[in-house]
């Protein structure tokens, strides 16, 4: 047994049914970021000169951070005078002056002092000499003492030398160790009028945020710019295009959905910054994928678009980068977690409360806002959260009914018994119902046990055989009465009527709107099986009938929870014929069935393999012990009456009259 191996052709079309929107998205994609980068490609075309007019008025595109030169250069000036001169010991000059010493004339206790203060590791300075003649010339007695000085200040020199390299190097050193004193230039901020002096300064920062480049031809530097944002664009977009195979399971219109979803939320996203950089709501598609599909591809999408908004805002790049992150995780997570609509506004809001706190951590450790502004900024990341949390809760619905993703909400919905097919159900076939219900149970443990999608599995087996409400009485679980209409018609007859509960339930599955997921339920949960009481009618008439002409339209089951919904619904059945259930009883009966159905190739398009069949082999035996154990006979109220009588009598006889 193994699943079914999709063709090549299946593949390619797949994947090149995935492409057509993920090009469109990285064209529309590269148009957002040139819309965003054009100002970098605005390069005036007049030569801008330090000293002359500027030829016009330039604003900052964009929030950027900037160094501002003369301040840092005053910090590291201050650092270099803070470092002293830095001396270093000529060894060639002490043996020279150690070996004319030890030749000399001089005093041996002379000799002894001059010898230990020039093996000093750190050597004699010439500042020093004067102070050592000295104290030599105390050592010395007085009559020779104008011959000591006169021979001292001859043989001595200074061996410890101011090393010019090694103070600039420790100067240079202090110096970068400063860090550079920054300043925030505001989006739309004036950096030169129109007519003002050009400087150096000016210059800087004009080709900081890109309008000025002495190297590019402003002819071309435009092209340039729309190529670079077509590359970053086709950059940004290699995940997606890396998960578009898993991305195949989704329909047309779910891909288009979320294309057009990502392309407007960047570009809401990109006007939001412009009121504030620490407003960041775009983590509400994450989000929304999260409850949508799964919390694997919710991060990888929530990474893409942490990265693309950290692109499209120049300004704290790795601010934004690290509190865009840190919510879209948190937020993913919480929603997941705690499993209901309501709790992607929750997640939003904790998720931007995250942020905020790992905002307060980094400039904890950087510095830089003071706490004033620092809480402006927290609130805005908490502000975006909750705004990303209303997107993500009003956003679902529409996911939901409009484009058609099934969620664990719209399926735990659906097992409400007050659904109107299942109410239908409940009171036009009760049975059937019955029956549906005991199936849930067992297919929602047996996938569940297996790795599957217990939930879908329990909804599909809830909704499997809907369309017997189309003839409920020829259905014996719905057959109240005793009576069969199955007594008076032909084999064949009965046999359009049974196996069109599939066609009929496919209908009813579309006509009240639900989700195409349930489908291969009622499909497959026959696959291609003989209805073999209705063949065994049919072969008493004639011998020679062909047993294709009593089988099942299919397909075969194709999925785990088809497949386990295919022989919960042959063991239930069969459950009800046994007349001394026991646990022996049940479990040969269930081998016995999932042998005839593997015998019959029924499970040659299913992905179970025969570690699963075991494991829902036990799964159906535990439970249906359970349901089919034998219960003990209690007395009736008549048993209990004549018992109670019975004692009454012997203890209190009746005595003859007296006469």
């Not at 504030?276 to 989000?287: E, G, K, N, Q, R």
């Not at 929530?302 to 950290?310: E, K, N, P, Q």
């Not at 549906?436 to 996938?447: F, G, P």
Request: a neutral charge; glycine letters at 6%.
């Amino acid at each position: 047994m193994k699943g079914m191996k999709a063709s090549p052709i299946r593949l390619w079309r797949a994947s090149w049914r995935s492409s057509i929107p993920l090009l469109l998205f990285t064209a529309v994609l590269a148009a957002l970021l040139y819309s965003v980068y054009q100002p970098y490609s605005a390069v005036v075309e007049q030569d801008l000169v330090v000293g002359r007019p500027s030829p016009a008025l330039f604003r900052s595109p964009i929030d950027l951070e900037i160094i501002d030169q003369l301040a840092t250069e005053r910090d590291r000036q201050a650092a270099r005078a803070q470092v002293g001169t830095i001396y270093s010991t000529d060894l060639s000059v002490q043996r020279l002056v150690l070996d004319a010493i030890a030749t000399s004339t001089l005093p041996v206790n002379v000799q002894v002092l001059v010898f230990s203060a020039y093996q000093q590791p750190e050597g004699v300075k010439e500042g020093q000499l004067v102070a050592l003649i000295d104290e030599a010339l105390a050592a010395t007695e007085p009559d020779r003492q104008h011959e000591v000085r006169l021979l001292l200040e001859r043989l001595l020199l200074p061996t410890s030398l101011p090393d010019v390299r090694l103070t600039e190097a420790a100067r240079q050193a202090a110096a970068n160790e400063v860090r550079p004193v920054m300043t925030r230039l505001q989006a739309g901020q004036t950096i030169v009028r129109e007519g003002d002096l050009l400087t150096s300064e000016h210059l800087r920062i004009l080709e900081s945020v890109g309008l000025f480049d002495p190297r590019a031809e402003a002819a071309s530097r435009g092209w340039w710019v729309l190529i670079g944002c077509g590359l970053l664009a086709l950059l940004v977009s290699l995940p997606l295009w890396y998960a578009r195979r898993q991305l195949a399971n989704l329909s047309r219109r779910q891909l288009y959905f979320l294309a057009t979803l990502s392309l407007l939320l960047l570009a809401a996203q990109r006007l939001a910054l412009l009121a504030d950089p620490h407003f960041l709501f775009i983590y509400a598609l994450s989000l929304l994928l999260a409850l949508l599909l799964n919390e694997s591809v919710a991060l990888a999408w929530g990474v893409w678009l942490s990265v693309t908004v950290t692109i499209l805002t120049p300004a704290e790049p790795l601010t934004t980068l690290v509190t865009l992150l840190v919510a879209t995780v948190i937020a993913i997570l919480l929603a997941r977690a705690y499993r209901s609509r309501s709790s992607a506004l929750l997640a939003g809001v904790l998720g931007g409360a995250a942020a905020a706190g790992v905002l307060f951590i980094l400039h904890l450790v950087e510095g830089g806002l003071s706490l004033w502004p620092l809480t402006t900024s927290a609130l805005w990341l908490i502000g975006g959260g909750l705004l990303a949390g209303i997107l993500a809760l009003g956003l679902l619905p529409i996911a939901e009914g409009a484009v058609g993703f099934l969620t664990e909400f719209r399926l735990i919905e659906l097992t409400n018994p007050s659904q109107p097919l299942l109410q239908r159900l409940l009171l036009e076939a009760p049975g059937s119902y019955q029956h549906s219900m005991i199936i849930a149970n067992l297919v929602d443990q047996a996938v569940a046990n297996i790795g599957g999608n217990a939930l879908l599995a329990r909804v599909g087996a809830l909704y499997h055989d809907v369309g017997k409400l189309k003839r409920p009485q020829f259905f014996v679980e719905n057959q109240l009465s005793g009576e069969n209409p199955h007594d008076k018609i032909s084999p064949h007859l009965s046999y359009l009527i049974i196996t069109s509960h599939v066609r009929d339930g496919l209908e009813l599955l579309r006509e009240y709107k639900l989700p195409q997921e349930l489908e291969p339920f009622v499909l497959e949960h026959h696959g291609t099986t003989v209805l073999t009481y209705f063949y065994k009618r049919a072969l008493e008439d004639s011998a020679k009938l062909d047993e294709l002409n009593f089988r099942y339209p299919g397909p075969r089951p194709r999925s785990k929870e088809t497949a386990v919904l295919m022989l919960a619904d042959t063991v239930e059945s069969a459950s009800r014929t046994l007349t001394e259930p026991s646990q022996g009883s049940i479990r040969a009966m269930i081998d016995r069935l999932i042998e005839q159905r593997l015998t019959d190739g029924q499970l040659a398009e299913s992905p179970l393999n025969f570690h699963d069949l075991e494991v829902i082999a036990n799964t159906f035996e535990r439970m249906l012990t359970a349901i089919l154990h034998r219960r003990i006979r209690y007395p009736s109220a008549e048993e209990i009456q004549g018992l109670k009588r019975g004692g009454d009598s012997r203890r209190n006889p009746v005595l003859p009259a007296s006469r």
